[in-house]
């Protein structure tokens, strides 16, 4: 018989070491449409064990679906997080005014504490472009003398855009390529020689590196009349 039976009987317990994959998706609030702009993607393990072959995928509502294979993934605590910004996504033509949905997904074919959060979605509204050309000139002159005008190039979008500009004064035509930041306008200086006929000075855009949602007002006209 023994003094004593408490220290008999022992447990222990062992923790399975469970992955859990999540993923976030970031897009870009606004787009121009005909363009292709670039998605961020970020894939993380947040459980204890490894997840083997992951999976992810970006579907959107365009129609596009890009899929990345990542392989193996360890727990964060051991830098298990990979973020990639080389999903590129095309925004159509067509799409303009509208809004383009994303939806990102991740799967793993080991068994995961929870895939509540194995996927996200997020959303960018398709903008328009519009290079707007404006010219200031007198109506008229005196004969043998020179006018002077301007014209002016504005960019009404939230892109960057690069164009030729066309100024046409009489028979002559000058060709620039201009590149204009979101919002902002470039103006050029134009001098009209006017004899004893009318000079015509037409202004043009064209060529934009981005379509534009409308192309009416890229070519404006004045004339200069002698006195």
């Not at 606004?30 to 064990?49: H, R």
């Not at 383009?100 to 996927?119: D, F, K, M, Q, R």
């Amino acid at each position: 018989p023994e003094s004593t039976t408490s220290n008999n009987t022992v447990s222990a317990t062992v923790t399975p070491l469970i992955p859990d994959v999540s993923v976030t998706l970031d897009l870009p609030t606004s787009a121009q449409p005909g363009t292709t702009v670039s998605a961020t993607v970020t894939v993380s393990n947040l459980g204890a064990g490894t997840a083997s072959d992951v999976l992810t995928t970006v579907t959107l509502s365009t129609g596009q679906v890009i899929t990345v294979s990542l392989g193996t993934l360890s727990p964060s605590g051991s830098g298990g997080s990979v973020s990639f910004t080389t999903v590129q996504v095309f925004v159509p033509g067509t799409a303009t005014g509208s809004t383009i949905t994303g939806t990102a997904s991740v799967v793993t074919s080991t068994p995961e504490v929870t895939a509540t959060n194995n996927s996200a979605t997020d959303s960018m509204v398709v903008g328009t472009l519009d290079i707007v050309t404006t010219i200031n000139m007198p109506t008229s002159t005196l004969a043998g003398t020179t006018a002077t005008g301007t014209v002016t190039y504005t960019n009404n979008s939230a892109n960057t855009v690069s164009f030729t500009a066309t100024i046409t004064v009489g028979t002559q035509t000058t060709i620039t390529t201009i590149t204009l930041n979101p919002n902002s306008s470039h103006t050029i200086t134009v001098s009209v020689p006017v004899g004893t006929t009318p000079v015509t000075v037409t202004a043009g855009a064209s060529g934009s590196s981005i379509p534009e949602s409308t192309t009416s007002n890229n070519t404006v006209s004045a004339t200069v009349t002698p006195l």
